[in-house]
């Protein structure tokens, strides 16, 4: 037990000291780097370090507690930049979950699906693909559309049935994948049990699918809160952090250290998601083969 | 492949395609649904062949950004790869933080990099790219290089090869079918970010440009066929990943088409 | 004769493997684990010699510890008169696992080239030496197939070319046969036993099955568990081996002797292995009466 915290703390210093040195680079070149950036062919490949391009960390920092400038957006009493962006981040994440738990209910009935007969795995599987390998997230703009002839509809829900189009899909691959996993010799107990495909399901597949399951739903999560975002951009829907972003990126000239703090903000949704899945990975860990926790 | 393995692997997916297609008009022509919410796949087509030549345009930009990049983002995704598995040391700092970044909403990044460059420029488009790009192919590569069976780990020190040999005869080439496994990945991730990120601002000149001018413009079926173009675009961008796949490794290809 | 060519003929005539006091211990999750305890043993050159126990024995270790992969935590190792490390170095040992470990995006050639590869020999003499290596294993006609095409045993064959590469005077196996079918098995070890003879290797054989042991070896070292030790030496003597070798009535006496000595297990330890090495020596000398 000591060696694995001793390890641990290791990696921890280790991590640390990367992102002290990517602030140290970020700090240099913000103080020593040419003022218009550094060009070649004409082309800029370096950025500007004016402070309007590169605010100082410590600004950015700072910016997390500034007034919300009022009227641009409305946020009832919250006061602080900070506030802006908790607020907008569980307004956020709450249409993430929605489309998360879309996505996996749907993932895993299309992978149940598969598992059950085959012709839907050979029809289906290479749209399931397809689905993720081309831009149909660059249909969100078109999807805001959807319900509005329904009057039960909101807008947030298009927002989440774009993230669960994005969290689908590694639930659908690695739940296939994991339900196919059993060794022969299982499913051949299994069959001279005379168990039912039922309790073949319940009994052998499920459990040896959690394995492949723990590393899709991370994706998935992931994929949910960008999915979110970029409707929420495209679909210009109020009160998340996509559209805070933007906001933020109108008013970046004057002042970019609040762009930064809302685009850091999506950063920690995202690693929320993730972490959360991790929770749900350590309950399950029964279920994880051997040693090898995947 | 013989006739009935072709038709057996094939027929499901066209025949549910077909299917797909023809109930999707049938629906819309049926049930009378307004085009704003879902156009019906002729007046897509008609679109199509209508605004032809500035999709294609519009792609090209898109498409250009996507490769360059893709490629940055290849390019580092291996140097870094390579770095981390030969410095365990590097490599623990390192990972964790791509593994961060790959839970992160990359797109975001958009606006926040045209400010820092210039919103005229497509620097930051390809940087977002890139990036997006970067991850699976670190990844992969990562876990390629690393992965040394016991049984030739012995053997190699049985020769008393040096580190370089091993990497030379063992590491690299059991890295190659996962790099291409980010290759493919990072592919469609490229076409994907080169497009979404347009939705953040900036230059005003690739496909997911086109597709929130129309929507503006509540041109829809115009929309619908720049999603159509973004996903051709999309197709070529990983078929041309899994043709190289199968190029460089022959029989050793585990892409699936 | 100065001193370096008397140290090189020396080392022409020293024994194959030269084992003394050989000890190591593995520090596990719970305390100390003793793999091998008090191992001597001599190995002649041209000498082949199994070595088989219980699992846990720690005959592979022992095998890992000649080869140089594992170092003794205490003892002496010598191979061909050199230290373990030296003789790595110097490649004097070829190696062959249960698992073939074959590179499956090289050629069967290209796989056995290998080790000279690694060890500049040039191209031309490279293909010479592979072509007489196939040849001897008799994969003439798949020198240009690839691993995967190729079935169990001849894998294992591929594998035993190319520890055959750098013509060792030492041939190294942990359990190579251990994953192949009976009949297969049987006949890689007629082919094993003809191949150590022609090219006069001592071989170190690991393996589980008493007939193969006995079949293969002019020594069978049977070792115990918990520690690690070697219990008993049994000399064989079945001289030429055919097919009809399995079913001579010496082969029966020999097997049976093996699996006494394994049954005996455990024994106490420092009488038993002064008395097998005893009657090792005495069993020698009638065989030379």
Redesign the interface.
């Known amino acids: 037990m000591r060696v694995r915290t001793g390890r641990w703390a290791g990696r921890a210093v280790l991590v640390a000291i990367a992102l002290a040195a990517l602030g140290a680079i970020w700090e240099v070149y913000k103080d020593w780097g040419p003022t218009d950036g550094v060009k070649l062919f004409g082309e800029r490949i370096l950025p500007r370090t004016t402070a309007a391009a590169m605010p100082h960390l410590a600004d950015i920092w700072h910016a997390f507690g500034k007034p919300e400038i009022g009227g641009a957006i409305s946020f009832g009493s919250t006061n602080t930049v900070l506030d802006s962006v908790v607020d907008a981040g569980v307004h956020t994440l709450r249409w993430a979950a929605v489309g998360f738990a879309i996505g996996v209910v749907v993932g895993m009935l299309l992978a149940l699906l598969m598992n059950r007969l085959a012709v839907f795995e050979r029809a289906l599987m290479p749209y399931v693909v397809l689905s993720q390998t081309v831009p149909l997230i660059a249909l969100a703009p078109l999807v805001a559309k959807w319900g509005q002839g329904w009057s039960f509809w909101d807008r947030w829900m298009s927002v989440s049935v774009i993230a669960a189009y994005l969290a689908f899909f590694p639930v659908a691959v690695g739940m296939a994948r994991g339900l196919s996993s059993p060794s022969a010799v299982h499913a051949d107990y299994f069959r001279c049990s005379a168990a039912g495909w039922w309790q073949t399901l319940v009994r052998l597949k499920l459990p040896s699918s959690v394995p492949f399951l723990i590393p899709s739903l991370r994706l998935a999560a992931a994929g949910a809160v960008v999915g979110t975002i970029v409707a929420e951009i495209s679909t210009g829907l109020p009160d998340g952090v996509g559209k805070l972003i933007l906001d933020y990126s109108q008013q970046a000239t004057g002042d970019p250290s609040r762009l930064y703090a809302a685009v850091i903000g999506a950063a920690v949704l995202g690693l929320a998601a993730a972490a959360a899945v991790t929770v749900v990975d350590l309950a399950l860990w029964r279920y994880h083969r051997g040693a090898t926790s995947r | 492949m013989n006739l009935r393995r072709v038709g057996v692997t094939l027929l499901p997916p066209i025949v549910f395609g077909v299917l797909f297609v023809g109930g999707w008009q049938a629906f819309v022509r049926l049930e009378d649904v307004r085009t704003f919410v879902l156009p019906a796949p002729s007046d897509i087509w008609h679109s199509v062949t209508e605004a032809h030549s500035r999709i294609v345009t519009a792609a090209g930009h898109s498409g250009l950004n996507a490769l360059v990049g893709l490629l940055t983002g290849v390019i580092l995704g291996v140097a870094l790869a390579a770095l981390a598995a030969r410095l365990p040391i590097l490599g623990g700092a390192v990972t964790p933080v791509v593994a961060a970044l790959a839970a992160m909403p990359i797109v975001a990044l958009a606006p926040l990099l045209n400010n820092m460059y210039s919103p005229l420029s497509t620097l930051p488009r390809r940087e977002v790219v890139a990036l997006s790009a970067f991850v699976p192919v670190f990844f992969n590569v990562l876990r390629g290089l690393s992965q040394l069976?016991p049984?030739?780990r012995?053997?190699m020190?049985?020769?008393?090869?040096s580190q370089t040999?091993v990497l030379r005869?063992?590491r690299i080439?059991n890295a190659l079918p996962h790099f291409f496994t980010g290759l493919r990945i990072a592919s469609s991730l490229a076409v994907i970010a080169a497009v979404v990120s347009e939705y953040f601002g900036g230059l005003q000149d690739g496909l997911g440009s086109r597709i929130t001018s129309s929507v503006g413009a509540s041109d829809y079926p115009g929309a619908w066929a720049s999603v159509l173009g973004s996903v051709v675009l999309g197709l070529v961008f990983y078929i041309a990943a899994v043709l190289l796949e199968r190029l460089v490794l022959g029989s050793?290809a585990t892409s699936p088409v | 004769m100065t001193e370096a060519e008397q140290a090189e003929s020396g080392a022409v005539t020293a024994p194959a493997v030269e084992l003394h006091a050989v000890h190591k211990s593995f520090t596990a999750r719970r305390g100390t684990v003793v793999a091998l305890a008090d191992v001597d043993l001599t190995i002649e050159r041209g000498e082949f010699v199994s070595l088989i126990g219980p699992s846990g024995c720690g005959k592979s270790t022992l095998l890992?510890v000649i080869?140089?992969?594992l170092q003794p935590s205490g003892g002496e190792v010598q191979v061909n008169g050199k230290p373990a490390r030296r003789a790595?170095?110097d490649?004097d040992?070829g190696?062959a696992?249960q698992?073939a470990?074959l590179?499956?995006?090289r050629t069967v050639q290209a796989n056995i080239e290998?080790?000279l590869e690694?060890?500049g020999v040039d191209r031309a003499e490279r293909h010479a030496r592979a072509e007489e290596l196939i040849e001897l294993v008799g994969l003439t006609e798949f020198a240009r197939h690839r691993p995967p095409q190729l079935s169990g045993g001849m894998q294992q064959r591929v594998a035993i070319a190319r520890a055959l590469a750098e013509s060792p005077a030492l041939l190294l196996m942990d359990e190579p046969f251990g994953a192949l079918d009976e009949m297969t098995r049987e006949r890689m070890q007629n082919e094993l036993v003809r191949i150590a003879g022609e090219t006069g290797a001592a071989v170190v054989f690991v393996t589980h099955s008493i007939p193969e042991a006995v079949f293969l070896s002019d020594r069978v070292v049977v070792m115990s568990a918990r520690p690690g030790r070697i219990v008993n030496v049994v000399p064989i003597g079945l001289g030429a081996r055919t097919d009809d070798t399995r079913e001579a009535p010496g082969f029966y006496a020999a097997i049976t002797q093996v699996r006494e000595a394994l049954r005996g297990l455990p024994v106490p330890q420092t009488v038993e292995v002064g008395v097998s090495v005893e009657n090792a020596l005495r069993n020698s000398a009638e065989g030379a009466l």
């Open positions: 069976a049984v030739h012995e053997l020190q049985s020769y008393a090869a040999a005869v063992i080439p050793r | 890992r080869a140089d992969l790595r170095l490649q040992y190696i696992f698992q470990g590179l499956d995006w290998l080790p690694l060890h």
